[in-house]
Each structure stands twice: as structure tokens, then as C-alpha cells.
């Protein structure tokens, strides 16, 4: 039923970014992942899904010194160059609880982690989204990450060098995607950047049936006069 909704309410005219990608020969089998001390899981009442975007330059620049084996395929440059990728689909709740690390989750098996490595490349970001959100959403990994592909690959992207070549704001951001997007305003969207004013991620608020709608208020982001800076990943 979830990789159904996602079929019927994917925009139909939309395409995905073009990314080249090689699946390398072996992949490493991620490692269980469990609710850290402090954040206990959560059943509430989903409401609504974020999906989250995330600005792969920004990222693999800051993880130039740290977790090189884990970050290999998407920032080694062996196996293809990022732009954005899926972070995850997560579940939303009332007011600010959400459907969380509903319960223990197994390893995702391999021919799942394969066949989307090209549009999230990391294994243990996989295994994390599948044990944190996915399985408060779906009996089955295979069925949460083909929903939440299938709404990835729905979006249309814009022409990030253009925005890296000029001063940009959370609000021309939300624009500059709303507007490659057919039935997405910048309502429905949220701009996150990291301290220093980088782009971190965009984020498409969407109702309980997977449609696009405004975001609630939590899920807005940064504001739309913020100034936001676009890493471009080095040629």
C-alpha cells in the first residue's frame, strides 16, 4: 500500500537528476542500528511524511577527515560524483513527536541496499532510515525504499552551479525548486544549512497520502530572508 500511494501521487511529468553511479562490486553489510540513550522510540499516529534531500557536496566536505570507509561510495569518487540524494522518508506525528524506531529492525538485505545505492550511497544511511523511520511505515524494507524512491525520482531539480554563482537565500532556494516542481510552492518546502551558512538539505512536506502540501510549523526550516551558501563538489 505504501509503494502504491507513492506510484499514484509521483508527479508524473517530473524526472530525476541524472547521476553517474557505479555499483560497486561488493557492498559492506551495514551493522545493526538501535535507538541511541535518550531517544525512545515512538508510536504515535503518523499524519503526514517529510522527505528528505540532501546537498551530497556539503556533506562529503565535511566528512573530508572522518568515517572514510563508511562515506566511500558517495564521497570517494571511485564509484560516481553526488548532487542530491535521499536522506530518507520519514513518518510525522502531531506537534513534534513523530513514529520512531518503532521496533528492532534486521539488517537490510544486500539486493535492497543495491538496487537504491545510486540515489542514497551509504549503506549504513540505509540501514539507519530503514530501523529509524521505515519500519514504522512498512512490514518490509523493500517496500520502504521503493516508495521512497519512486518519490525521489519524481522530483525535477534545479540548475545548482547557477545557484552556487550567485548570493542565495533560504527563500530563493525554496523558490528555485518549487518552481521545477508542477503543484510544489515554497510553502511546501524547508532549507537547512549547517553553522557556517552552507546547504545542507531541502525537504518536501507531504500529507498522509504522499501528496506535497504546506509544511506545519516545525517543519519550515530556516527562514526565507537567511542567506544560504551552494557547495559545488571539486571537478
Given amino acids: 500500500m505504501l509503494a502504491a500511494a507513492a506510484v499514484t501521487l509521483a508527479p508524473v511529468t517530473a524526472a530525476a537528476q541524472a547521476t553517474a553511479c557505479r555499483i560497486p562490486d561488493r557492498i559492506d553489510v551495514p551493522r545493526l542500528e538501535r535507538a541511541p540513550r535518550g531517544e525512545a522510540p515512538g508510536q504515535t499516529a503518523t499524519t503526514g511524511y517529510l522527505l528528505a534531500l540532501s546537498w551530497s557536496p556539503q556533506y ?34 502531531s506537534g513534534t513527536s513523530y513514529p520512531a524506531w518503532c521496533r528492532p529492525a534486521r539488517i537490510v538485505p544486500q539486493p535492497v541496499l543495491k538496487q537504491h545505492l545510486c540515489i542514497s550511497p ?10 529509524k523511520h521505515g519500519i514504522c511505515m512498512s512490514p518490509t524494507p ?10 525521489f525520482n519524481a522530483l525535477k531539480f534545479p540548475d545548482m552551479p547557477a545557484l552556487a554563482g550567485a548570493p542565495q537565500t533560504a527563500g530563493s ?4 525548486f518549487a518552481a521545477r516542481n508542477r503543484g510544489v510552492t515554497g510553502a511546501m518546502l524547508a532549507v537547512t ?4 551558512g552552507w546547504l545542507r538539505e531541502v525537504r518536501l512536506c507531504l500529507d498522509i497520502r504522499m501528496r506535497p502540501t504546506r509544511c506545519q510549523p516545525g517543519q519550515g526550516g530556516m527562514g526565507d530572508a537567511k542567506p544560504v551558501k551552494v557547495r559545488l563538489a571539486p571537478r
Wanted: aromatic share 10%; proline share 2%; charged share 20%.
Fill in 173 to 176: 532556494l525554496r523558490r528555485a
Fill in 142 to 151: 523493500v517496500a520502504y525504499f521503493r516508495a521512497a524512491s519512486i518519490l
Fill in 122 to 131: 551509504s549503506v549504513q544511511l540505509m540501514q539507519r532510515q530503514w530501523a
Fill in 193 to 196: 544549512a549547517d553553522r557556517a
Fill in 60 to 93: 562529503c566536505a565535511s566528512r573530508r577527515t572522518a568515517g572514510a570507509r563508511r562515506d566511500a561510495v558517495q564521497c570517494g569518487g571511485d564509484n560516481g560524483r553526488f548532487g542530491w540524494i535521499l536522506h530518507g522518508l520519514w513518518p510525522q506525528g
